[in-house]
């Protein structure tokens, strides 16, 4: 809420005339006051700003010098009133002394003999009754003195007792007004002490007892000084003596804000940030005390119509190939079946080409692969990518050589072509099993089986159950009565009916789960394929899932995982260039040019404007969908990136956030001083014939804060290095307000009395310029250099 401050406390305050305050206000902003007319905020900065740049001193030397005389001055007088006030003090005691009324002839009595009676000249309360009604009984006088002269002993005395009397009462109601004065002068002086000293206090308590804080890998400096319970100004001072230029809302990195905090004597460590992941899903390790054996995961793979269904069903005594579209698996399946009182689990995966996908999912979530090939056929492509799926996913490979019930069968040749894909039958010395098999007559099946569980001890599989479950998805669909349906497998713990589960970007709670056949179950363990629904979304087959225990944080999981996956399908789309104009053309992607216009001056607008809309041809369409006057900021790049434009500029620059905004969403800007280049580089752009062979790179920036003017010489700006590094030699823009005024070369370049090559961000330095002078403070010089480059 803005202070009401009137017209004439504010001429009263500066020390001018109300008149004056009027005048310039009415001169100035055009509006008319009066003497008691409250002022806005606007025109009160307006005339403050005013009254101290025509009232500014060039050195304020004169008025210390005065204030400073005038503090010696009162100080001088007040030592001189107290002397005088103790000496008087001390002339009223000595009249009042029996020794000096000795002296003073006016009463004579025996020094050694004291009066039997004193009067109490201290007591302040009904002194003068008391006294008046000693002298109606009569006065008390020594007669055991050698000589009293009672006639002496007059009134006088009296009356001087009781002006003391008066005098004391009025020099303590004086001192009390004093004293209460001193206190609240002293409280006064005691507040601007504290606000002057807390600072050192804060410094000794941090000493005394040093605080720890928590510091992740960036943080803004303003949080650093909560965290440091200190203020954003003493943060900064830091950081510049340690050489590091930086503002509340600037970002330092651990290493900076660890350097700084040291500085407050305080201890740091390192901050983890816990995400929601880590929140809600266990990955703690599993003891082995907590491990229990589980079944293996079998995948079955091989070349299309090789007899993968096939050998499977002969497995489980199922036949799944009499529903499938010509005897091809349509999706991924999962059976379990019994073998010698021990569970197997089996992904049959598609041997189609179309599903080189999905069976490489099916390979990643396996601990055995069984490899069939064709005794008849051999090693065919897709059992070359199955080979290299089952090597990726470091799972060991079984070889079933089927289909041996043919005439032209031939096992050794199959072995033969094995050993070139590194798998070495363990007949040959190696450690891959080749069993001959025929999934239409049996034979050799139960040696297989037999193979896949010593495989499995081997390989010591183990799970822990008593923990929440994890797996991975093996198909996902939507199902019209039901919903979305997804076919699990569990990997590690137990799954239960009713328990929150988040699948990629699906959640939901575990409404119903049945197993392979059909049956419903209540709970799944490790290695136990189930189908379960109740999920809000269908999930990508290969996805992880996790069961916990908080649904909101799940959910909120879940729309994160949304957000990322937009923001990365957003930045991976191709951003339209001149460079790649005329490929999305060809491949129709783009039917239309959007432009964004940004000049120095209106007039310059509209010529860009009119000369590139005349390029438009019968392939593509150029749309200016923006044109303005101005540097070239943060809205326009926000307005290109989400409608696909490039930005055009004509004698402006961007500024700092428009260029890191263009450089992290790709968004094209091209600056030009003469507008033929502008025309002929799009023209060519769009006839797929722009080939540069330059191009411009951005040294660094410095922005000028003082202009020193050297007869000799000219101007040189005393600059502060804000981005990059500034180099003698380099080009230079002049830019102000967003608008370039000059294209000149950097000539001279100093540190101090020294002439260097370069400076770095951060740091202070003289740049002359060759042939401009005419710069100002305010002005950012652009620094730059042209490099060829070759096309790739």
């Known amino acids: 809420m803005m202070i009401k401050y009137k017209v004439k406390e504010v001429a009263t305050d500066l020390d001018v005339a109300t008149k004056e305050v009027v005048s310039v206000l009415k001169d100035k902003l055009g509006v008319d006051k009066k003497a008691m007319t409250t002022l806005n905020e606007e025109e009160l900065n307006f005339i403050f700003d005013y009254f101290t740049q025509k009232n500014a001193v060039s050195d304020l030397a004169p008025y210390f010098a005065v204030r400073d005389q005038a503090i010696r001055q009162k100080e001088e007088e007040a030592a001189k009133r107290k002397a005088e006030e103790k000496k008087r003090r001390e002339e009223a005691k000595d009249q009042l002394r029996p020794d000096s009324a000795k002296k003073s002839g006016k009463v004579q009595a025996a020094p050694a003999q004291p009066k039997k009676e004193k009067v109490d000249r201290t007591a302040d309360i009904d002194l003068k009754s008391e006294i008046k009604s000693k002298r109606g009984t009569g006065r008390i006088v020594d007669t055991g003195a050698a000589e009293v002269n009672v006639d002496r002993y007059n009134q006088k005395y009296d009356d001087l007792a009781l002006d003391k009397v008066k005098n004391e009462n009025n020099m303590s109601s004086k001192k009390q007004k004093i004293n209460q004065r001193s206190k609240q002068r002293n409280r006064r002086s005691a507040k601007r002490e504290t606000e002057r000293e807390r600072m050192a206090r804060i410094e000794k308590e941090r000493k005394a007892k040093k605080m720890t804080v928590l510091i992740p890998d960036e943080i803004s400096v303003g949080d650093l000084a909560l965290r440091l319970k200190a203020t954003v100004a003493e943060v900064v001072k830091k950081a510049f003596l340690m050489g590091t230029m930086v503002t509340a809302n600037d970002v330092v990195d651990f290493d900076t804000a660890s350097l700084i905090a040291m500085e407050f004597h305080a201890k740091v460590e390192k901050e983890v940030v816990v995400t929601i992941e880590e929140r809600i899903i266990d990955d703690s390790e599993d003891t082995d005390d907590n491990l229990v054996d589980r079944a293996p995961v079998v995948v079955v793979m091989g070349h299309v119509d090789h007899g993968k269904t096939s050998l499977l069903d002969y497995i489980r005594n199922a036949h799944v190939t009499d529903t499938e579209a010509g005897g091809i698996t349509q999706h991924i399946g999962a059976y379990r079946v019994n073998i010698n009182d021990r569970d197997i689990t089996f992904l049959d995966t598609p041997g189609h080409e179309a599903f080189t996908t999905m069976r490489a ?59 070139e894909y590194e798998l070495i039958p363990e007949e040959w010395g190696g450690d891959t099993p080749c069993v001959p098999v025929s999934a239409k007559t049996g034979m050799g099946i139960d040696d297989l089986l037999e193979m896949v569980l010593l495989v499995a001890d081997m390989k010591e599989l183990k799970a822990n159950p008593d923990r929440a479950a994890k797996g991975t998805v093996i198909e996902a669909r939507l199902d019209k009565g039901r919903g979305p349906v997804a076919s699990i497998l569990v990997q590690n713990g137990t799954l239960r009916t009713g328990d929150i589960v988040v699948a990629g970007m699906a959640v939901g709670h575990v409404r119903a789960m049945t197993d392979d056949k059909g049956r419903r179950v209540k709970e799944a363990g490790p290695s136990i394929p189930v189908e379960i629904t109740g999920l809000d979304d269908v999930p990508t087959g290969g996805d992880t899932f996790n069961a916990v225990t908080d649904e909101r944080l799940a959910r909120e999981l879940v729309e994160q995982r949304k957000h990322e996956k937009k923001e990365a399908e957003f930045n991976a789309r191709t951003k339209v260039t001149l460079d790649n104009l005329f490929d999305q053309m060809k491949l129709g992607e783009v039917k239309e040019l959007k432009i964004i216009v940004k000049a120095d001056v209106q007039g310059s607008v509209e010529a860009v404007r009119q000369s590139l809309e005349k390029l438009s041809n019968e392939e593509v369409r150029v749309n200016i969908i923006h044109g303005a006057v101005g540097a070239v900021n943060e809205s326009d790049v926000m307005l290109a990136n989400a409608s696909n434009a490039i930005i055009v ?59 020193i003017r050297i007869k000799s010489i000219g101007n040189i700006g005393g600059c502060y290095v804000k981005s990059g590094k500034i180099q003698r030699g380099a080009g230079v823009r002049v830019v102000r307000d967003g608008i370039i005024i000059a294209d000149d070369t950097i000539g001279s370049l100093q540190r101090f009395k020294d002439s260097v090559k370069e400076v770095n961000e951060g740091y202070e330095c003289g740049i002359g310029l060759e042939k401009y002078n005419d710069i100002k403070e305010g002005d950012i010089f652009e620094v730059f250099t042209i490099e060829e480059y070759r096309e790739d």
């Open 361 to 419: 999912r099916g390979a990643q979530v396996t601990d055995i692969a069984i490899l069939v090939v064709a005794a008849d056929d051999g090693i065919m492509p897709q059992t070359v990518e199955a080979i290299n799926h089952a090597k990726a996913a470091g799972v060991s490979v079984i070889v079933a050589i089927n289909k041996m019930d043919k005439p032209g069968a031939n096992p050794e040749q199959v072995k033969q072509q094995l050993t």
């Open 649 to 707: 500029g004509f004698n402006v620059r961007p500024d700092a956030n428009a260029q890191a905004n263009a450089e992290r969403d790709g968004v094209d800007m091209r600056m030009y001083r003469v507008i033929y280049d502008c025309i002929e580089e799009i023209e060519s752009a769009m006839k797929g014939m722009l080939a540069p062979k330059t191009r411009e790179v951005i040294l660094g920036t410095a922005e000028v804060r003082d202009v």
